[in-house]
């Protein structure tokens, strides 16, 4: 998430307590090979994490630490990474490894030559662990620069058991049966969704569920890449379908306005918090940990997900998003850093993280069985066994200014969409005018 929870096998259990390679890992980590051969040396890891994100994370490097000798730095950026990590570099201060999470900030990375191919070895376990699909994200002009060490699933529709039901509804299979069902819940007194209106990045994550099941992944990454104009007809038809949810009143928690003054973390309370308001809330796995932490709801239990439905007759999407970890090239121990992205590439390292929840991992070599519930395990069933058909969040791939920053571009254009979607034409013009000045810069 940019912007922006067991039971261990005894094999991935073994190995975190020894500090050795994990079950399928194929070999002696690289990253000092357990022998401290990295002592006395810091690496500094930048990244947009804070609260319980950034302390998950923190106990991958305390185990890269102690594996290695090395010391770990991590330094919080906020959202802006490219801003961040721009003046850092400019000030002499880069850090050695940043984990960034759009594909489109990795590639202006790389095209400004601030990067570091990846080794070899860490090559190796990607092509070993990884869909392919994983390595094009993290590679320009057929050179490897970024490892993807955790992942989002962005397929999936999470709500309240209870309110469904009460309601007498099942999860749907089908778009048009989950707007049905939702018409079903709000009979039964409460709205159907909460919607973050507030984040227009949750807005551009309908789009791209929609779009992907009902126009297919070939126009899906013709129009990432912006190949394909934004004024096209299958996106004047996604916006049409979005726009059927979007303009009922009746389905949304509050109506429009109240959506478009409810932030992502706003959204999931309106669902799971002591005063619910909706009985389902579409967005990304990481919906679970704000769910349990923050709500204290219990997952599996009294908070579930169904995939985001089939539309139109197409095939379920299945959306990701991800952060990406490179090593830069003017950072004071880019040595050091480079290990730590060979050890990030094991199934051990994706094993700490995995335990302590709110994490999934593309490495197929990791075993379900690290994961700490039934939901995530089957949340990342689901990501690794989409294989090359997973498509990468689509204004994650876009230049920042069209599908990255607040109050501009595709954030603002489908925040004034929820407003207003009675014109999916003129939408599509305005963000067609919006992507072709950004593309251009």
């Given amino acids: 998430m940019r912007r922006r929870t067991t039971m261990l096998s005894s094999c991935t259990a073994l190995a975190l307590a020894l500090g050795a390679t994990a079950c399928g890992g194929g070999g002696p980590v690289s990253a000092g090979g357990g022998d401290k051969g990295l002592s006395g040396q810091t690496v500094t890891v930048a990244g947009v994490w804070s609260g319980t994100e950034q302390k998950n994370f923190q106990k991958v490097l305390d185990a890269f630490s102690e594996k290695t000798g090395a010391k770990t730095q991590f330094v919080s950026t906020g959202d802006n990474v490219s801003t961040v990590v721009g003046s850092k570099i400019e000030g ?13 900030v990795l590639q202006q990375f790389a095209k400004k030559g601030w990067l570091k191919p990846l080794s070899a070895t860490t090559e190796k376990s990607v092509d070993a662990g990884y869909a392919p699909v994983w ?23 999470w709500y309240s058991p209870d309110a469904l039901d009460q309601a007498g509804v099942k999860p749907p299979k089908t778009y048009d049966a989950m707007l049905k069902a939702g018409h079903t819940v709000s009979d039964s007194g409460l709205a159907a969704f909460s919607i973050a209106g507030e984040d227009g990045w949750t807005l551009t994550d309908w789009f791209e569920n929609i779009y992907l099941s009902q126009a297919g992944p070939e126009k899906y990454d013709a129009l990432a890449a912006h190949k394909l104009k934004w004024t096209d ?6 916006l049409t379908t979005l726009g059927k949810l979007f303009k009922d009143k009746q389905l949304i928690a509050g109506g429009q306005k109240e959506a478009l003054n409810t932030d992502f973390p706003g959204s999931v309370e309106k669902v799971f918090g002591p005063k619910p308001e909706a009985g389902m809330v579409y967005e990304g796995d ?27 007759g197409g095939k379920a999407p299945v959306v990701s998003g991800g952060d990406a970890a490179v090593v830069l090239k003017d950072g004071k121990n880019a040595t050091a850093g480079m290990k730590l992205l060979e050890y990030l590439a094991t199934p051990e390292a994706a094993a700490v993280w995995a335990k302590a929840g ?29 294989g090359n058909s997973v498509r990468f969040d689509m204004s994650d791939q876009a230049p920042a200014a069209f599908g990255g920053t607040k109050g501009a571009g595709e954030w603002k254009l489908l925040q004034d969409f929820l407003r207003d979607p009675s014109d999916p034409k003129g939408t599509a013009a305005q963000l067609e005018a919006a992507a072709a000045k950004a593309y251009k810069g």
């Fill in 135 to 157: 390595k094009k994200y993290g590679s320009v002009d057929g050179h490897l620069y970024g490892l993807y060490f955790k992942a989002a699933h962005k397929s999936t529709v």
């Fill in 233 to 238: 007809a299958s996106v004047v038809r996604a």
């Fill in 92 to 104: 002499g201060n880069a850090p050695d490894v940043v984990m960034v999470p759009q594909v489109g």
């Fill in 358 to 386: 709110g994490f999934l991992s593309p490495n197929k070599k990791l075993d379900l069985a690290s994961y700490g519930d039934d939901v995530s395990r089957a949340t990342a069933k689901s990501l690794v066994g989409a």
């Fill in 286 to 312: 990481f919906v679970a940990g704000v769910a349990h932490d923050q709500f204290g709801r219990t997952i599996g239990t009294d908070a579930n997900f169904f995939p985001f439905p089939a539309v139109d």
